[in-house]
């Protein structure tokens, strides 16, 4: 048996939000101590995708222990390789949830949250639920991954993220958005004290008038730092008594309040709201596969074992065994990998 | 004699203002064909800044004829060979107006304009003149330029620049450069007709009712792609009979309006904001020497041929010969160099 090393994501140098980013901590993620070489990781899936049947536990045991940095020279080696596209190849050889998972795994991290994003915008279901992604890659990653999605976003599409947001959102959560994806966070550690009250209290201010979509709110949420505003949360909650979300969603039960909560906790504690999404997909009726993906994939190289601990205070119970008793199949170990388990 | 080139920005790969930037043309900056090394240009700067007195000649030679990626080449260089910042010897060898064009154009250029809109938000002097700097790199300037400045902004002064905007600029200035300065627009030549004809008419309701900072100016200036919003302003001067800029200056004489009127030209035709940033600083009693040198340290290696040919449209005269007449000493023959000058 190879042994494997947990991937702390500030050992890596790439620009990959993996590496950029700075708020989470640990990845549930698995790699080698000694990675093969690009070619011989496409060799080993193009003979995966050949012959009667696709052979899906060896794309897991490839795909599914490479960091961002090596499954970009991957992508890059098979397409030279084989003059194909290894996400081409993927989506003809795979299929369902897998796919959708594997797929969204093996894009760079900044298309792949444009894609997202996109289909989020584009998508006939209408709700805060469905901005989420847009939430996250704000207010949960690193001002660097932002740009990168938005730049992303104008090479794939037809227009910049905030034209389509612009287009397809309404207000006043097209105001928030737009605000928001817009944002280039100061991010290094450093708090100004006097900011943190006068901005606790000025939102407060806007809690109590009912004015959550005031120019002050979107500006305080969209360009603060991410400790600045920690501070300034807390600082709330120590002069008014209650965490701001909290207040936020006493005082109406509309999708500006849901959009503000969420907001608010993926910029205080993400892995709380990783937690958050990914009970939300198990527990009921049926899973919310789309949802249950995007926070493993999207996660598992910043801080899914901060997650994981986050879920267990929620819920109780554990994280990976609430993934595997609600997934099957290949999509099961694809998830169950990702999350560091064995397959 | 040898033989110089001229540097044609399309042909560099670099990620550098002067590649990425597809609005303008052709700068005015002539390299030679052959480059020494950097570690020979690091050497003759050491010995041009030693015995008795500088010899100024010799670093016009070197880096007034240095494209962006060499001049990044030399600054590194020049601190391995010597464990001494470039910038700093430049500073403590060189002075006055000299001092200052070498040093902004010696920087990246991205570090140079976050250092010009700190400069000109932390002035005492107010007023939509001294906000120049950070329309032209807003409007006037490819989005990854925008991106780099913004992330040198946060490197280099302890918020980000829309915080400092904030904080030094009042209402409604404010909120229309926060507007331009988190832009990423579109980088790609699309325009739809439908949108411009729109956005003319919304343009045109908005200088009508005098409402200039709404909502929606300020989202269509600060978001659609610069062929998008040329189109806009043609679609009104056909529609409305004026162009744009003339009638936001017809209806009030109020700094909201001069910055819009920037805000356009700087879209509409940069050659033609930068030719009056010249004749501006050379025209009349005295010359503004920082708005001179800032046009042709930032223009020289992207359209200054351009800014040149609407210089001559504009004041029936050459540019060249207006800034030899007004410059004198070390000062004009670095500026003369980055304008293809003999020096």
């Known amino acids: ?37 690009p070619e011989d990781d496409s060799e080993k899936l193009k003979k995966a995708f050949q012959g009667l049947g696709t052979d899906e536990d060896e794309i897991i045991m490839i795909l599914g222990h490479r960091d961002a940095s090596q499954r970009k020279q991957i992508r890059e080696t098979y397409q030279q390789l084989y003059n194909e596209s290894l996400i081409d190849a993927l989506n003809s050889e795979l299929s369902g949830d897998f796919r959708t998972a594997v797929i969204l795994w ?18 006939k279901k209408k709700g805060v639920k469905q901005l ?11 001002p660097q991954h932002l740009v990168a999605v938005r730049q992303a976003y104008c090479s794939l599409f ?24 817009t944002s280039y966070r100061y991010d290094k550690e450093l708090v100004d004290m006097d900011v943190a009250n006068l901005e606790a209290d000025r939102l407060h ?18 360009t603060r730092n991410f400790h600045q505003l920690r501070t300034t949360f807390e600082c709330y909650r120590k002069k008014y008594g209650n965490p701001i979300d909290k207040d936020i969603m006493k005082s109406g039960k509309g999708d500006l309040e849901s959009l503000l909560r969420m907001v608010i906790l993926c910029i205080d504690s993400p892995e709380k709201h990783f937690a958050e999404v990914v009970g939300t997909s198990i527990i009921g009726l049926g899973t919310d596969e789309d949802s ?22 929620i819920y109780k119970s554990n994280l990976d065994d609430a993934v595997i008793g609600d997934t099957s199949g290949d999509y099961r170990k694809f998830l169950v990998t990702l999350l560091g388990g064995k397959m």
């Open 1 to 37: 048996m190879k042994s494997f090393k947990k991937l702390f994501t500030s050992k890596s140098k790439t620009h990959s939000p993996a590496s950029s980013f700075k708020i989470g901590g640990m990845g549930s993620l698995k790699v080698l101590d000694v990675i093969p070489s």
């Open 132 to 142: 989420e992604i847009i939430v996250e890659m704000s207010c949960a990653s690193s």
């Open 292 to 313: 249950l993906t995007r926070a493993i994939v999207t996660r598992a190289e910043i801080d899914m074992m901060k997650v994981r601990g986050e879920y267990f205070n």
């Open 158 to 181: 037809d227009c910049s993220l905030e034209e389509a947001i612009a287009a397809s959102v309404s207000m006043p959560l097209k105001k928030v958005l737009l605000g928001l994806v």
């Open 106 to 123: 093996t894009y760079d991290p900044s298309e792949r949250d444009a894609r997202l994003a996109n289909g989020a915008l584009k998508s």
């Open 205 to 222: 201010e806007a809690i109590k008038t009912k004015e959550l979509a005031h120019d002050d709110v979107v500006y305080i949420l969209s």
